[in-house]
């Protein structure tokens, strides 16, 4: 797309070719069919409009140096996409049906593959909602899986810049047993307002602890949390949070670099005793934070202006994977034609 200008390109949506949308219907997944519509046809009842129905994924397709378009991962999305399904009561998606899906949506929109070295990449945005009519709290009887695709620039303006975090124990993103492991609209509109307000005090995104007792983190608001301590990378163990596939691949790599890896409870206070810290996930791989401010105890903690030297080389690592520029030995991409 001779028209776009790759290199200052945001996070957010933009128009490509064609999407991919699958129906369910009387107990069964239909064929993948193509459309150039932005639109849906939906009844005014559906089940994604007023129980929030609705499940979505975040993936990554980029170019390489030698002109192939690698996806990230797509196998692991496929299940977490499952595992969202069973905790709202949708029809699992079959794997290959995902994967056929992303494969054939990336396909055709090979001109919005941002071209290698560009640091933009083709986002992948799986969706699916329950499209029946129920009026009465309920699952619906049928179903429609989406996916579309938009090139995107870095999550944070900042980049691999650090940026800020903020604690703010006012607001939960999600109950103790409910579902934060789980990638589902309504934990994500039960963080507007806290994202709003982090925004606005200059933060990137919010440092949320357990609902529970607030004596451990939990994530940041679109990312998981890690740090680094003593060449150990640390990062929470909990029920509530989502597991996120940069952090998976994050703690292999960690690894294989030498470093031990602990995933464990996180208490608040620990926070004094890291070296490095930050967020990651699909959108920013990571974001390297640089202070964390306590806002209920007027409280910060500082980790420098730089990237920390762990953090950065995890980075390198993974995008070189991504790329393409090292060896995959993990078995982490695959290439779409
Ligand atoms: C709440 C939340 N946590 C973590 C992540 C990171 O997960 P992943 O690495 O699979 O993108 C995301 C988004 O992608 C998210 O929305």
Redesign the pocket.
């Known amino acids: 797309m001779e028209n776009i200008d790759w290199k200052s390109l945001g996070f957010g949506y933009c128009k490509t070719n064609l999407n991919v949308r699958c129906a369910y219907k009387d107990g069964k997944w239909g064929s993948l069919e193509l459309s150039d519509s932005e639109y849906l046809n939906l009844h005014i009842a559906a089940t994604c409009l007023h129980y929030g129905q609705e499940a979505f994924e ?2 990554k397709a980029f170019r390489g140096k030698d002109g192939k378009i690698r996806v990230f991962r797509m196998d ?2 496929a299940k ?1 996409l499952q595992s969202s399904c069973d905790g709202i009561l949708m029809p699992q998606l079959p794997t290959g049906l995902f994967t056929e899906a992303v494969r054939m949506v990336v396909s055709k929109n090979q001109g919005y593959v941002p071209p290698y070295g560009s640091g933009a990449s083709l986002y992948i945005r799986p969706l699916l909602i329950g499209t029946g009519p129920q009026i009465g709290v309920k699952a619906a009887t049928e179903y429609l899986f989406m996916v579309f695709v938009m090139p995107v620039g870095p999550y944070f303006p900042e980049g691999f810049q650090p940026t800020d975090l903020i604690v703010l124990r006012r607001f939960d ?1 999600v109950a103790p047993q409910g579902t934060g492991r789980y ?1 589902i609209g309504g ?2 509109a039960a963080s507007l307002i806290a994202g709003k307000k982090a925004k606005a005090g200059g933060f990137s995104a919010v440092l949320y602890l357990d609902s529970k007792e607030k004596k451990y983190i939990d ?6 949390f890690f740090a680094i301590k003593e060449n150990t990378y640390i990062t929470p163990l909990s029920d509530s ?7 998976m691949s994050l703690m292999q790599l960690a690894e294989s670099l030498g470093m031990k890896v602990e995933r464990r409870k996180v208490p608040l206070e620990e926070l004094a005793s890291f070296e490095e810290v930050g967020a ?4 920013a791989v990571i974001s390297p934070v640089k202070r964390i401010y306590d806002a209920d105890l007027e409280k910060e903690y500082l980790y420098g202006n730089e990237p920390g030297a762990w953090s950065v080389k995890l980075y390198q690592k993974l995008q070189a994977i991504q790329n393409g520029d090292e060896p995959d030995p993990y078995g982490w991409t695959q290439v779409v034609e």
């Open positions: 975040g993936l692991e999305n977490r993103r990638k934990n994500y994530e940041c608001g679109p990312a998981n949070i989502l597991p996120s596939i940069t952090n990651c996930g699909t959108a």
